[in-house]
């Protein structure tokens, strides 16, 4: 199956309570996990590169670690451009196959956002690929940017900024954010559901993003930690959380700090357990074996996607 864009996805995610996991890739370990795992719960799937993960591992490598993800798996994969900040990039990235990608002016003004997005939108639509557009910003650090408060998204501004620019689905703020440090020790974790569904009310049958959207599994930040890492109040979204937002508008889910904690579990485990192995393979295994059974789990007890690939 080629890669397909997030349109049909979205449709039948929005349709069926659930929603896509989109998982950020760097390299092949991390792209054979998240795909093995899709493919034995026959789970469709997004993976996303951002500007950073094109830069670190090369466009082309990473453009032909997804293309041998799909030639050895059976299921609908979408390859996204995550956080795109320029139009250049995200023609970039659609002249080189990408099927969806993000552009994100949520820093610009509304206007400045709209003709952004819309130029984005007019390219991309040209040539068959979907557009996620950003309105509100996330709380904490994005491209060493650091952003205090959440500025969440305004339901008022929804309708429109849909309407000028055809964005195909929409990243909003509602309490998320970026890395693995989501809310202060003591605090209360808590998601603005409220703005949620005011957006679903205007804006019906239209799919919503998730961003900054990992669990920030106590399991692996145990593991780093007793193995010489640093990660001091490490806190997530609550998966339950997660689940209802899946079964709602919301049908793409982001996750990467989740898959970088299960990645660095694994080596640090075998670094601090075995420190005569010098053998790349010795550590990258258990750390791909982890991101491959924290895939599954989102997949069947969050995302709640198993089985719709068929
Ligand atoms: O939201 C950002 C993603 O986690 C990607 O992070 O820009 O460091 O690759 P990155
Ligand atoms: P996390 O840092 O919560 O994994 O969010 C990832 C993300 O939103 C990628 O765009
Ligand atoms: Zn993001």
Known sequence: ??????????????????????????????VQAIVE???????PVILQASKGAREYANPVYLKKLVEAAVETSNIPIALHLDHGDTFELCKSCIDSGF????????HLSFEENIALTTKVVEYAHAHGVTVEGELGQLAGVEDEVNVEHHSYTNPDDVVEFVTR?????????????HGAFKFKPGQEPQLRFDILDEITERLPNFPIVLH?????????????????????D??????????????????????????????TAGIRKVFNDKPDV???????KPARANIKSLVAHKIKNVLGSEGKAE
């Open 1 to 30: 199956m080629p890669l397909v864009s997030t349109k049909e996805m979205f449709k039948k995610a929005y349709e069926g309570g659930y929603a896509i996991g989109a998982f950020n890739v760097n390299n092949m370990e991390i």
């Open 37 to 43: 795992a899709a493919n034995e719960l026959k789970s």
């Open 99 to 106: 099927t969806s990608v993000m552009i994100d002016g949520s």
């Open 165 to 177: 620019t055809g964005v195909d689905s929409l990243a909003i703020a509602i309490g998320t954010s």
């Open 212 to 232: 900054g959207a990992s669990s920030v599994s106590q399991e692996y930040v145990k593991i780093i930690q007793e193995n010489g890492g640093s990660l001091q």
């Open 234 to 263: 490490a806190i997530g979204i609550p998966e339950e959380m997660l689940r209802q937002a899946a079964r709602s508008a919301v049908c793409k889910i982001n996750i990467d700090s989740d898959l970088r904690l299960a990645f």
């Open 278 to 284: 010098f053998d790349p393979r010795s550590y990258l």
